[in-house]
Nanobody, 120 residues
Framework: QVQLVESGGGLVQAGDSLKVSCAAS????????IAWFRQAPGKEREFVAA????????KYADSVKGRFTISRDNAKNTVYLQMNTLKPEDTAVYYC?????????????WGQGTQVTVSS
Protein backbone atom coordinates (compact mmCIF):
# COMPACT_ATOMS: atom_id res chain seq x y z
CA GLN A 1 0.00 0.00 0.00
CA VAL A 2 1.11 3.57 -0.61
CA GLN A 3 -0.07 6.88 0.79
CA LEU A 4 0.14 10.01 -1.31
CA VAL A 5 0.30 13.63 -0.16
CA GLU A 6 0.15 16.49 -2.63
CA SER A 7 1.57 19.95 -2.02
CA GLY A 8 2.47 23.12 -3.86
CA GLY A 9 -0.92 24.26 -5.07
CA GLY A 10 -1.96 27.88 -4.87
CA LEU A 11 -3.28 30.97 -6.61
CA VAL A 12 -1.39 32.23 -9.65
CA GLN A 13 -2.07 34.47 -12.61
CA ALA A 14 -2.54 33.34 -16.18
CA GLY A 15 0.81 32.77 -17.83
CA ASP A 16 2.56 31.93 -14.56
CA SER A 17 4.25 28.67 -13.64
CA LEU A 18 3.64 26.40 -10.67
CA LYS A 19 5.16 23.12 -9.52
CA VAL A 20 3.12 20.68 -7.48
CA SER A 21 4.62 17.71 -5.70
CA CYS A 22 3.41 14.34 -4.54
CA ALA A 23 5.21 12.66 -1.67
CA ALA A 24 4.63 8.95 -1.20
CA SER A 25 5.09 6.74 1.81
CA UNK A 26 6.39 3.21 1.69
CA UNK A 27 9.50 1.56 0.38
CA UNK A 28 7.80 0.29 -2.79
CA UNK A 29 7.24 3.66 -4.41
CA UNK A 30 9.30 2.71 -7.45
CA UNK A 31 6.89 -0.19 -8.05
CA UNK A 32 4.07 2.19 -8.95
CA UNK A 33 3.24 4.16 -12.04
CA ILE A 34 2.06 7.63 -11.08
CA ALA A 35 -0.58 9.79 -12.70
CA TRP A 36 -2.02 13.22 -12.05
CA PHE A 37 -5.72 13.84 -12.48
CA ARG A 38 -7.68 17.03 -11.94
CA GLN A 39 -11.25 18.03 -11.28
CA ALA A 40 -12.66 21.46 -11.90
CA PRO A 41 -15.89 22.66 -10.25
CA GLY A 42 -18.89 21.15 -11.94
CA LYS A 43 -16.78 18.94 -14.21
CA GLU A 44 -15.74 15.33 -14.24
CA ARG A 45 -12.32 14.28 -13.09
CA GLU A 46 -9.87 14.12 -16.00
CA PHE A 47 -6.46 12.69 -16.71
CA VAL A 48 -3.55 15.15 -16.85
CA ALA A 49 -0.23 13.29 -17.01
CA ALA A 50 1.37 9.97 -16.13
CA UNK A 51 4.83 8.54 -15.65
CA UNK A 52 6.04 4.96 -15.61
CA UNK A 53 7.73 3.28 -12.67
CA UNK A 54 11.22 4.01 -13.94
CA UNK A 55 10.34 7.44 -15.30
CA UNK A 56 11.24 6.36 -18.82
CA UNK A 57 7.74 6.77 -20.24
CA UNK A 58 5.33 9.67 -19.89
CA LYS A 59 1.87 10.50 -21.17
CA TYR A 60 -0.02 13.79 -21.31
CA ALA A 61 -3.52 14.98 -21.99
CA ASP A 62 -3.72 17.01 -25.18
CA SER A 63 -4.84 20.04 -23.19
CA VAL A 64 -1.54 20.21 -21.26
CA LYS A 65 0.94 18.78 -23.75
CA GLY A 66 3.86 21.14 -24.23
CA ARG A 67 3.00 23.11 -21.07
CA PHE A 68 3.17 20.52 -18.27
CA THR A 69 6.01 18.16 -17.40
CA ILE A 70 5.76 15.17 -15.09
CA SER A 71 8.88 13.77 -13.43
CA ARG A 72 9.80 11.56 -10.50
CA ASP A 73 12.63 11.03 -8.07
CA ASN A 74 12.40 7.48 -6.75
CA ALA A 75 15.16 8.13 -4.22
CA LYS A 76 12.97 10.81 -2.66
CA ASN A 77 9.65 8.98 -3.19
CA THR A 78 8.36 12.09 -4.92
CA VAL A 79 6.65 12.94 -8.18
CA TYR A 80 6.46 16.44 -9.60
CA LEU A 81 4.18 18.21 -12.03
CA GLN A 82 5.73 21.35 -13.49
CA MET A 83 3.00 23.53 -14.96
CA ASN A 84 3.96 26.38 -17.26
CA THR A 85 1.92 28.97 -19.14
CA LEU A 86 -1.03 28.31 -16.88
CA LYS A 87 -4.52 29.17 -18.10
CA PRO A 88 -7.72 29.86 -16.16
CA GLU A 89 -9.09 26.57 -17.47
CA ASP A 90 -6.30 24.78 -15.59
CA THR A 91 -8.05 25.74 -12.35
CA ALA A 92 -8.90 22.52 -10.52
CA VAL A 93 -8.06 20.25 -7.65
CA TYR A 94 -5.06 18.18 -8.70
CA TYR A 95 -4.84 14.60 -7.50
CA CYS A 96 -1.81 12.37 -7.40
CA UNK A 97 -2.48 8.68 -7.99
CA UNK A 98 -0.53 5.42 -7.99
CA UNK A 99 -1.15 2.15 -9.74
CA UNK A 100 0.61 -0.98 -10.87
CA UNK A 101 0.38 -0.04 -14.54
CA UNK A 102 0.69 3.13 -16.54
CA UNK A 103 -2.44 5.06 -17.49
CA UNK A 104 -4.97 4.31 -18.97
CA UNK A 105 -5.06 1.55 -16.38
CA UNK A 106 -7.01 3.07 -13.51
CA UNK A 107 -4.91 3.81 -10.43
CA UNK A 108 -5.44 2.08 -7.11
CA UNK A 109 -4.45 4.86 -4.74
CA TRP A 110 -5.40 8.53 -4.59
CA GLY A 111 -4.13 11.49 -2.64
CA GLN A 112 -6.37 14.13 -1.09
CA GLY A 113 -5.63 16.70 -3.76
CA THR A 114 -4.18 20.20 -3.92
CA GLN A 115 -6.04 23.25 -5.23
CA VAL A 116 -4.62 25.16 -8.18
CA THR A 117 -6.35 28.40 -9.08
CA VAL A 118 -5.38 30.44 -12.13
CA SER A 119 -6.78 33.95 -12.35
CA SER A 120 -7.24 35.75 -15.64
Amino acid sequence: QVQLVESGGGLVQAGDSLKVSCAASGRTFSSYAIAWFRQAPGKEREFVAAISRSGGSTKYADSVKGRFTISRDNAKNTVYLQMNTLKPEDTAVYYCTAGVSLYPTLPQYWGQGTQVTVSS
